[in-house]
Nanobody, 124 residues
Framework: QVQLVESGGGLVQAGGSLRLSCAASFSMVSFSTYTLSWFRQAPGKEREFVAAFSWNGGSTGYADSVKGRFTISRDNAKSSVYLQMNSLKPEDTAVYYC???????????????WGQGTQVTVSS
């Protein structure tokens, strides 16, 4: 019943930027009670945590591999979460997924809802 839809992926050269979006079928009030996160999975690799924005207090968290390059943000009025990716590297190539967890922790390991993913490819 709850849908998360990612967009904004594509092909970019190393050093370039992309901005991913995830739109959720929550009301703006309900959306504000969910922690929103981004994960990614490269071919042959395990899914890994990228970034999260807490439901309460405005806390954010990032994987060490993306700190200083990626920025997560959210717009509760639009029920959307974003991932601004700068200084992209070939190792950032992966399918990126957004996820939502009701009153979840920033570094929580379980989520209630997942999107279908958007492909990001970074060329050398």
């Amino acid at each position: 019943q709850v849908q998360l839809v990612e967009s904004g992926g594509g092909l970019v050269q190393a050093g370039g930027s992309l901005r991913l979006s995830c739109a959720a079928s929550f009301s703006m009030v309900s959306f504000s009670t969910y922690t929103l996160s981004w994960f990614r999975q490269a071919p042959g690799k395990e899914r890994e945590f990228v970034a999260a924005f807490s439901w309460n207090g405005g806390s954010t968290g990032y994987a060490d591999s993306v700190k200083g390059r990626f920025t997560i943000s959210r717009d509760n009025a639009k029920s959307s979460v974003y991932l601004q990716m700068n200084s992209l590297k070939p190792e950032d190539t992966a399918v990126y997924y957004c996820a939502a967890k009701f009153r979840g922790a920033v570094y929580g390991t379980t989520y209630d809802y997942w999107g279908q993913g958007t492909q990001v490819t970074v060329s050398s």
